[in-house]
């Protein structure tokens, strides 16, 4: 059975930083491409970045240059660093197995696993 457990989010103020993880079990990760998407509260889930097994990183247009990917195959984990954070921020993050880049932006495979998500809140 695939779990993908997603931790670090919690409350930040704007300007700082936060560092998301999410660890798997269940699958070969190291087979696996894997993304961050983000929904906030009455919008649509958009992707934030994507790495494949290469460690080649993508980043949707509008996320670059604030958030960092990057994963470690011997846990079983992908992580998410988030600078210079904004109230526009705040929402609930997704990892899924399984993503790839398209155009200016971040998809997730129909067959992806996903996992609870992980909060983050970004105060003014």
């Known amino acids: 059975q695939v779990q993908v457990v997603e931790s670090g989010g919690g409350l930040a103020q704007a300007g700082g930083s936060l560092i998301l993880s999410c660890t798997t079990s269940g699958l070969r990760f190291g087979a696996y491409a894997m993304g961050w998407f983000r929904q906030a509260p009455g919008k649509e889930r958009e992707g934030i970045s994507c790495?494949?097994?290469?460690?080649?990183?993508y980043y949707a247009h509008s996320m670059e240059g604030r958030f960092t990917i990057s994963r470690d195959n011997a846990k079983n984990t992908v992580y998410l660093q988030m600078n210079s954070l904004k109230p526009e921020d705040t929402a609930m993050y997704y990892c899924?197995?399984?993503?790839?880049?398209?155009?200016?932006?971040?998809?997730?495979?129909?067959?992806?696993?996903w996992g609870q998500g992980t909060q983050v809140t970004v105060s003014s």
């Open positions: 899924a197995t399984a993503c790839f880049p398209q155009g200016t932006t971040i998809r997730a495979l129909s067959v992806a696993h």
């Open positions: 790495i494949t097994v290469g460690n080649t990183t």
